[in-house]
């Protein structure tokens, strides 16, 4: 063809180069790279660790949430649309302050030891559009108020789905939280994330039966869940967590 260049006498075409040419036409351009495919590997080595070493045990706990959404509607009153606070970041609240007395399931394990953090870093699950999922960490997120930690998860999530977080947001992460709610699970499993010890997972909140006062009402529920790792707590330290979660989303407004 016109384009293939000679390397003979006076830029003749040799037998060489049309060798050489047919072997780089049959090679082809390099694939694209499939970025979901990449990803859907890379959750499927960090899943596979996890299930391979971390000896997983779980949990769950039924919490109204009747007061919660009550002092969130209070909050959110004379607060603009793009102003207001979502569930999602008074449960991260809950879970950061519930987790002061537990520092077995807050740290990472590295070199056959656990190592508990003093802040509480906290990964969170994020779905992307394209498919597949990240968990970045918001760092110190017991020292936050609710109305920063509300903008660094408003921050963190668009970023993720922008493709611009930093490589330190994944590194972060002491313990992770994933919340279903917006798929209408009832309630959601979790796989732990190495080198982190637990995980906790939030499904809808929905209105369910409750008995009150000796009679039964509809009170909005939300199941909360506790993945953790057996080699460093228990299943009695991990209910006692998880019972001192349910009191924290039950009164919002405390420290």
Do not use: C
């Not at 859907?40 to 959404?69: D, F, G, N, T, V």
């Not at 992770?176 to 798929?183: E, K, M, R």
């Not at 499904?203 to 790792?229: I, M, Q």
């Amino acid at each position: 063809p016109d384009s293939l260049a000679g390397t003979g006498p006076h830029g003749a075409v040799t037998i060489d180069d049309v060798e050489k040419a047919a072997a780089a036409r049959a090679k082809g351009p390099a694939p694209a790279v499939d970025r979901a495919t990449e990803m859907r590997k890379a959750i499927a080595a960090a899943m596979s660790r996890s299930k391979r070493e971390i000896p997983h045990y779980y949990l769950a706990e039924s919490i109204p949430m009747q007061r919660a959404q009550e002092w969130l509607a209070e909050l959110n009153a004379t607060r603009p649309i793009t102003g207001r606070i979502l569930m999602a970041a008074l449960q991260l609240r809950a879970v950061a302050l519930a987790l002061r007395g537990f520092p077995e399931l807050n740290g990472t394990w590295q070199d056959g030891a656990w190592r508990p953090s003093a802040e509480v870093n906290t990964g969170v699950a994020i779905s992307l559009r394209q498919g597949g999922l990240v968990a970045p960490g918001i760092r110190g997120v017991q020292d936050l108020a609710i109305d920063e930690l509300m903008a660094r998860l408003a921050d963190l999530v668009k970023r993720a789905r922008a493709g611009t977080l930093r490589s330190s947001e994944f590194s972060d992460p002491t313990i992770t939280v994933t919340n279903l709610g917006d798929t209408g699970v009832e309630s959601t499993f979790p796989v732990i994330y190495p080198p982190q010890g637990a995980i906790v997972g939030f499904g809808r909140v929905a209105p369910r039966p409750w008995v009150e006062g000796g009679a039964v009402v509809a009170l909005p529920v939300v199941v909360a869940t506790l993945a953790a790792d057996h080699r460093v707590s228990d299943g009695h330290r991990g209910a006692a967590f998880l019972a001192e979660l349910s009191r924290r989303l039950q009164h919002p407004e405390e420290p």
